[in-house]
T-cell receptor, first 115, second 113 residues
Framework: GAVVSQHPSRVICKSGTSVKIECRSL??????MFWYRQFPKQSLMLMAT?????????EQGVEKDKFLINHASLTLSTLTVTSAHPEDSSFYIC???????????FGDGTRLSIL | SQKIEQNSEALNIQEGKTATLTCNYT??????LQWYRQDPGRGPVFLLL?????KEKRKERLKVTFDTTLKQSLFHITASQPADSATYLC????????????FGTGTQLKVEL
């Protein structure tokens, strides 16, 4: 149980392109989903917290107009990297959680490479 | 400032031995602490959650301890196998709201034959 599916797994695109990443909880309802960014050999850095039906809460330093998050249902959240540039290249990972105090279940990440 | 510290150096052990990983935190008393495993190029996988009123928790070959006085958690893998080789992350809620986790930098474990 507790499977989170993240797509696509890898994206390579030109600078200026907008990229959408989907995160789905397959067998449970996620009241909260999280989006992380991870650089090589570093830990996960939380970008934003997303609750179904409400606006995402962004961490300090994360541009909300750059990283658009939509959490339209209890099983789906999307992250759109708008007008991506090479510095946005990274490993983006989503997670989903049923309730506060419960473990987070992670997708397998999206490797984004902007040329 | 609040922070989480894990052994930054990789831990190499022989197959069959017990691996012990450390997670120390400062300036906060979390209600619970979690351990995750992460393989290269993959998302983390949840392993164990231990609450502040629990001293120890076990799951198969895994054992976690939580010392709120020392502000430390130890993660043990007994009878380690090469398949246990991965990066292990501890995570805790530093804000008190029970809403989000802060992850340590992780310790890379390598189990050798």
């Amino acid at each position: 149980g507790a499977v989170v599916s993240q797509h696509p797994s890898r994206v390579i695109c030109k600078s200026g392109t907008s990229v959408k990443i989907e995160c789905r909880s397959l067998d449970f309802q996620a009241t909260t989903m999280f989006w992380y960014r991870q650089f090589p050999k570093q830990s996960l850095m939380l970008m934003a917290t997303s609750n179904e039906g409400s606006k995402a809460t962004y961490e300090q330093g994360v541009e909300k107009d750059k990283f658009l998050i939509n959490h339209a249902s209890l099983t789906l959240s999307t992250l759109t990297v708008t007008s991506a540039h090479p510095e946005d290249s990274s490993f983006y990972i989503c997670s989903a959680r049923e309730d506060r105090g419960q473990p987070q279940h992670f997708g397998d990440g999206t490797r984004l490479s902007i040329l | 400032s609040q922070k989480i510290e894990q052994n930054s150096e990789a831990l190499n052990i022989q197959e069959g031995k017990t691996a012990t990983l450390t997670c120390n935190y400062t300036n906060y008393s979390p209600a619970y602490l979690q351990w995750y495993r992460q393989d290269p190029g993959r998302g983390p996988v949840f392993l164990l959650l231990i609450r502040e009123n629990e001293k120890e928790k076990r799951k198969e070959r895994l054992k976690v301890t939580f010392d709120t006085t020392l502000k430390q958690s130890l993660f043990h893998i007994t009878a380690s196998q090469p398949a246990d080789s991965a990066t292990y992350l501890c995570a805790l809620d530093l804000t008190g709201g029970g809403n989000k986790l802060t992850f340590g930098t992780g310790t890379q474990l390598k189990v050798e034959l």
